[in-house]
């Protein structure tokens, strides 16, 4: 357990906005892409486009074309329902949730965002504002009850705020790629992105 009062385990409630934004970076082509998740749910587009084209023209140096850059792929999430967080989640030992497994999840998301709810997550915390910045951490099924959310908040070593008193889930809205050429987001059409990433 971390070394905190016991008493300040779940002790704040984060506020979590009516709408949220999510990016990842799809790297290779489809029928073999891998997803590169941010960790940081996003409260505007403008915030969220400047962090990802940035990276985006930064990682491209490495890259022989711009037929090789990575897409940015852009989901807007709804609230739906508070999670309560429990104290135990921290207690015990835990196994390692990795960047591959989060980008993995997130491209079953992007092939079928109709079938998945976000589970978002306070993370650090800022006692000036009293708020919690927000982690966009998994893709949840819609059918999952609610053993399947304290399973990996049990077990997942990914890092929770301890003062945090609960997670929320999200609904995903829609699904919007960067248009590198004319410098914009574009809404995904859903058949484009049921057969993409498809295997």
Not at 41 to 59: F, G, P, W
Not at 110 to 133: A, C, G, H
Not at 177 to 187: A, G, I, R, T
Request: with cysteine.
């Amino acid at each position: 357990m971390n070394d905190i009062n016991p008493s300040s385990y779940c002790s704040k409630k984060p506020k979590f906005p009516h709408k949220l934004f999510t990016v990842s970076l799809i790297v290779g082509p489809d029928y073999e892409a891998i997803a590169v998740p941010f960790s940081q749910a996003y409260l505007s587009i403008e915030e969220l486009t400047t962090d990802a084209i940035t990276l985006v023209e930064e990682s491209c140096i490495k890259y022989a074309s711009v037929l090789d850059r990575p897409k940015v792929i852009v989901a807007s999430l709804k609230f739906k329902e508070l999670v309560p967080l429990k104290r135990e989640y921290w207690e015990g030992e835990h196994e390692n949730f990795s960047t591959e497994d989060k980008g993995k999840l997130f491209l079953q998301f992007y092939r079928n965002p109709d079938f998945f709810q976000i589970l978002v997550n306070p993370r650090d915390y800022d006692p000036k504002s009293d708020t919690f910045e927000l982690d966009a951490t998994l893709p949840v099924k819609i059918n999952a009850n609610e053993e399947t959310i304290e399973q990996f908040m049990q077990n997942s070593d990914y890092p929770v705020n301890e003062l945090a008193s609960h997670s929320a889930l999200y609904e995903p809205m829609d699904l919007m790629y960067y248009n590198f050429d004319k410098k914009c987001l574009e809404k995904a059409k859903k058949a484009d992105t049921a057969n993409k990433f498809a295997n």
